[in-house]
């Protein structure tokens, strides 16, 4: 019962630690999608209407 435990354990301490491997990536992707966000962005403001139409094709 004790083994039964202790693999219940592990297997709840894998899921928190992959859902952190998941966060972090996120965290560390998130300075790239800023630039890429402003990129567009100003794009937009030089009037390159072309980038925008595309960004918004490429949304979910």
């Known amino acids: 019962a004790q083994i039964a435990e202790l693999k219940e354990e592990v297997a709840q ?3 928190l630690l992959n859902a952190e491997k998941l966060r972090s990536s996120r965290l ?3 300075p ?3 630039i890429d966000e402003f990129d567009r962005l ?3 403001a030089d009037g390159d209407t072309d980038v925008v139409r595309n ?3 490429s949304m979910p």
């Open 13 to 15: 301490e894998t899921d």
């Open 28 to 30: 560390r992707n998130l």
């Open 32 to 34: 790239n999608n800023s």
């Open 42 to 44: 100003k794009s937009f």
């Open 55 to 57: 960004s918004l094709g």
